[in-house]
């Protein structure tokens, strides 16, 4: 964990939980497993304030708790995860892929998920419904059964997972509670609990939902915090009480994986070929484990028979692309046998390592020109060359060739080794070889994005801290007209509202409201 990580995850918790739960998270990321008093001492903070601070982050998966590492009966210690910290930022993403695979109704549940850490399924149902009944036409509602369909296909697909029980969270949940004498102490938990642990992850439970949703009103507002027992009520009622759930990350992550494989394949060859590796894909996506470096082996028949109706496409055909790509040099697809008709694997591993090295080159490209991208190239290649063998490689001018090296050598992009000859270390007597280390190079890049992140939010709340005055102005008079226009008031007094705000001061709203958006829409991934 890096010091860009954890600027960037406390602004992102500052921007979605407020400024309590940013500093008892970000003191976490920075002094590690903590109990409840030493928290509370060391951020100065009250600890009921802490205790609601560490029920927000446990809520939403970003803090994990256990037994102490002075074993049973010790205090309970709460450690961050910066990892889950930094999955905010691909979270409108994640909402976009489930409307894209399952429609609206899809999006919102993930959407509902993702606001609350996790639900329950029958919660789930009826606040989806409600919200699709809300924005649909008078007198049309959306039935319950239909987003518990959309809802099985996302558990169906592992898009969405059980909460790992809590009394599988080691010694967490009994350390909370006094030791009677007499009983054993439990075994102290060595790693925390994951939700494929669960045996029953993806099993859907028994849910009775009949009815439609229900369209809220401006009335219905002021009654929610009255109904909050009556909703505690109805839930119990379904059958489904005590079963959370939460949106499986890595689900979404090898989603978007495939998809850039997908994407590769069908820039470096043809539509066809991609098609193939996208039936491959999809094949092996729920019994490939997320760590495989290759998927399960499918043979041709297989293959032959999942490909879409219409891509009508014949099985010499079919053994022709995939006799192409195996022997293609990004080794995206791989041979693992001959039986029935030969039995073919995508490797995973090789995929991710040649997508990490385009974006390298189109980095170096981009920020250095195409000279100094045909030497980072050849590096990669070459993997170590002296400075004569660059220039003579890369049919570069020698003073051309050396200003380029030691510009990327000075932004950590080129790396130098030193091969002595003799013991002394001498110059005149040491090889200098130039290598790029592809791993750390991309580690460092990835630095570089969390930084650039950082600061854009920072600039946002900048701008926005600086044009206060001028955004509430703008958000009362947008008030007014909404209420003048619901009255049915005169086209002349909502002239005259608007022309509240003056020309200079519209064209500055117009200005800001551009930057935000241009700085919203570079921080999404």
């Known amino acids: 964990m890096t010091a860009q990580e954890v600027r960037l995850c406390g602004l992102l918790l500052q921007e979605h939980f407020g400024e309590v739960v940013e500093r008892i998270g970000t003191h976490l990321l920075r002094a590690g497993a903590q109990n409840l008093r030493t928290i509370a001492n060391e951020t100065n903070t009250p600890?009921?304030?802490?205790k609601k601070s560490l029920c927000v982050l446990?809520?939403?998966?970003?803090?994990?708790?256990?037994?102490?590492?002075?074993?049973?009966?010790?205090?309970?210690?709460?450690?961050?995860?910066?990892?889950?910290?930094?999955?905010?930022?691909?979270?409108?993403?994640?909402i976009y892929t489930a409307k894209t695979l399952y429609g609206d109704t899809g999006e919102l549940i993930v959407e509902e998920v993702l606001q609350r850490g996790h639900m329950t399924m029958s919660n789930t149902v009826k606040t989806v419904a409600d919200r699709l009944t809300h924005n649909m036409e008078e007198g049309r509602s959306m039935e319950?059964?239909?987003?518990?369909?959309?809802?099985?296909?996302?558990v169906e697909t592992h898009f969405l997972q059980r909460c790992?029980?809590?009394?599988?969270?080691?010694?967490?949940?009994?350390?909370?509670?006094?030791?009677?004498?007499?009983t054993p102490a439990a075994p102290a938990s060595t790693a925390p609990p994951t939700a494929e642990s669960n045996p029953d992850c993806y099993k859907l439970p028994h849910v009775t939902l009949t009815g439609r949703g229900k369209r809220r009103r401006s009335s219905d507002d002021s009654e929610e915090q009255r109904g909050g027992k009556k909703a505690k009520m109805d839930s119990e009622s379904c059958g489904d009480e005590g079963i959370y759930w939460q949106v499986n990350f890595e689900r979404f992550h090898q989603h978007f994986r495939d998809q850039a494989i997908i994407s590769a394949v069908a820039s470096k060859l043809d539509q066809t070929s991609s098609e193939i590796v996208r039936t491959m894909l999809r094949m092996s996506e729920v019994t490939t484990t997320q760590t495989a470096a290759y998927t399960q082996p499918l043979s041709a028949n297989e293959i032959f028979r999942s490909l879409p109706p219409n891509y009508s496409i014949s099985r010499p055909i079919l053994d022709q692309y995939l006799s192409l790509l195996v022997d293609d040099p990004m080794e995206f697809v791989g041979k693992s046998g001959d039986s029935g008709g030969g039995m073919y694997v995508v490797n995973l591993q090789r995929a991710l390592a040649n997508l990490a090295r385009a974006t390298l080159e189109s980095v170096v490209q981009e920020r250095f020109g195409?000279?100094?991208?045909?030497?980072?190239?050849?590096l990669l290649r070459k993997r170590h060359l002296e400075q004569k063998q660059v220039e003579d490689f890369a049919m570069i001018p020698a003073k051309e060739a050396k200003d380029m090296l030691y510009t990327l050598l000075s932004e950590n992009l080129v790396q130098l080794q030193e091969i002595p000859k003799t013991p002394d270390h001498a110059p005149s007597r040491t090889f200098y070889l130039y290598t790029v280390n592809q791993l750390p190079t991309a580690r460092l890049l990835l630095q570089h994005c969390y930084k650039t992140v950082a600061n854009l939010i920072e600039r946002r709340l900048f701008e926005t801290k600086e044009n206060k005055r001028l955004l509430e102005k703008s958000q009362r008079i947008e008030a007014i007209l909404a209420s003048l226009q619901a009255s049915g008031a005169e086209p002349e007094q909502l002239t005259e509202v608007e022309e509240m705000i003056t020309a200079p001061e519209r064209q500055q709203l117009e200005a800001l409201r551009h930057h935000i958006n241009k700085y919203c829409i570079t921080t999404a991934p």
């Open 144 to 154: 319950y059964s239909e987003v518990v369909s959309a809802f099985s296909k996302l």
């Open 58 to 94: 446990v809520q939403h998966g970003a803090c994990e708790f256990g037994s102490g590492r002075r074993g049973p009966g010790s205090p309970v210690e709460y450690r961050a995860s910066c990892e889950r910290v930094l999955r905010v930022l691909r979270y409108p993403r994640y």
């Open 370 to 378: 195409s000279r100094s991208a045909r030497i980072f190239r050849l």
């Open 164 to 182: 790992p029980p809590v009394a599988e969270m080691g010694t967490a949940a009994t350390s909370a509670t006094p030791a009677t004498p007499g």
């Open 47 to 50: 600890l009921d304030l802490v």
